[in-house]
C-alpha cells in the first residue's frame, strides 16, 4: 500500500539509475508538510531502501541514495502516548467485567496482558490453554485500506510468547467462550464461513474480525461511562507498560510479556526498578481486579 498510494506517484517517473538523495528528501518533505507522523516516513524511506538494495544487489543500479537520504528538519513527533494509573486502571476493569459490556473482555485482554490490538484481533482459540492458564502469542491481523483485515501473519517482531494468566483474564476468556458460542447460535447461517477467521476468540456478531474504527468508538464511550480518560485501545498496551514498571517488575520480564524485540523503547520510556519479582506481572495485574472488588 505505502509503495503504491506514496512511492511510486512521487518518484516512479525518476529512472531509478538517475535517482537522488535529494529527491528523495524533497519527497519525504511533501509528506510532512502533508501531516505524516515521524514513524510514517520513516517507514516510506525504509521501503525505499529495501527496495533500492533489491535492485542495487542485482546490478540495476551501483549504488542505494535512500542510504543517503536524511528524514525531513520539520518532521511531525508521533503524539505521545498516555497511561492509565493504578486508580482508573482498577475502575476501568470494574467498568469492562459488566455483562452489558460486549467487547469488555478484549480490551481486558488489552490491559492486563498488554496485548498490541493487532495480536487480540488474530488470537485464535488453539492458542489458548484455560487449564494451563497460559496463552500463546503468534499472529497479528494484517489490514489494509480503511482497516479492513486482508490475513494474518505474524506478529511485529515475528516472534512469538507465551503468557501466563492473570486471574480475570482466565475469566473474561471463559465468558468470551460463552458469549460467542451464544453469538454463533443467534448468526445461524449468517456466521462467517471465512476459513480465514474461523478460530478467532474475538469477532463481531457474525464471525468476522474486529474493526478498529468500530473498536475505538465502543472504548470512548466505556472510558466515558467508566469515568476515566478517553485513551486508545493501543494504549492499553502502554497502560500495561507504565503499570508494571511503577509495580517495579523488571524491564527484562516486562520486555518477554509485551513482545518487544529488545530493551530500547522500555528503557528510553519508562522508569524502572532492578529489583527481580518472579512473575511479577501476573501479581501486578491480578491487584488491580482485586482493588475494584
Known amino acids: 500500500r505505502r509503495v503504491e498510494q506514496h512511492i511510486v506517484p512521487e518518484i516512479g517517473a525518476i529512472r531509478i539509475d538517475r535517482l537522488q538523495p535529494a529527491q528523495i528528501e524533497a519527497w519525504l518533505e511533501r509528506e510532512a508538510a502533508s501531516g505524516a507522523a515521524k514513524k510514517t516516513i520513516r517507514d516510506y524511506r525504509a521501503d525505499l531502501r529495501e527496495a533500492l538494495s533489491w535492485a ?4 540495476v543500479i551501483t549504488w542505494n541514495p535512500a542510504t ?10 508521533s503524539p505521545e502516548k498516555r497511561s492509565f494509573t493504578s486508580d482508573e486502571a482498577s475502575a476501568l476493569l470494574t467498568s469492562l467485567a459488566g455483562d452489558g459490556e460486549r467487547l469488555g473482555h478484549y480490551f481486558t485482554l488489552l490491559l492486563l496482558l498488554g496485548l498490541r490490538p493487532g495480536e487480540a484481533d488474530a488470537l485464535a482459540w488453539s492458542d489458548v490453554d484455560l487449564e494451563g492458564q497460559t496463552l500463546t502469542v503468534r499472529r497479528a491481523m494484517q489490514r489494509g485500506d480503511g482497516g479492513s483485515p486482508i490475513a494474518i501473519g505474524p506478529t511485529k517482531t515475528g516472534k512469538s510468547r507465551v503468557l501466563h494468566l492473570p486471574d480475570a483474564v482466565i475469566g473474561a476468556l471463559r465468558k468470551q467462550r460463552v458469549q460467542q458460542s451464544r453469538e ?45 480518560p478517553q485513551l486508545t485501545p493501543y494504549e492499553l498496551r502502554h497502560s500495561a507498560a507504565s503499570l508494571l514498571v511503577a509495580a517495579g517488575v523488571p524491564l ?27 512473575d511479577g506481572h501476573v501479581a501486578t495485574m ?4 482485586c482493588a475494584g472488588d
Not at 542495487?56 to 546490478?59: H, K, V
Not at 543517503?68 to 511531525?76: H, K, Q, V
Not at 510479556?257 to 526498578?273: I, N, Q
Open 286 to 289: 491480578n491487584s488491580l481486579t
Open 184 to 228: 454463533r447460535l443467534v448468526a445461524g447461517p449468517g456466521w462467517s464461513d471465512d476459513e480465514r477467521w474461523g478460530d478467532l476468540v474475538f469477532t463481531s456478531q457474525l464471525g468476522t474480525p474486529l474493526h478498529p474504527s468500530h473498536n475505538r468508538r465502543s472504548f470512548a464511550r466505556i472510558c466515558k461511562g467508566a469515568g476515566v
Open 252 to 278: 527484562h520480564e516486562i520486555q518477554d510479556v509485551l513482545g518487544h524485540a529488545d530493551l530500547r523503547m522500555l528503557s528510553e520510556t519508562y522508569r524502572h526498578s532492578l529489583n527481580p519479582v518472579a
Open 56 to 59: 542495487q544487489s542485482r546490478r
Open 68 to 77: 543517503l537520504a536524511e528524514l525531513p528538519a520539520s518532521i511531525r513527533k
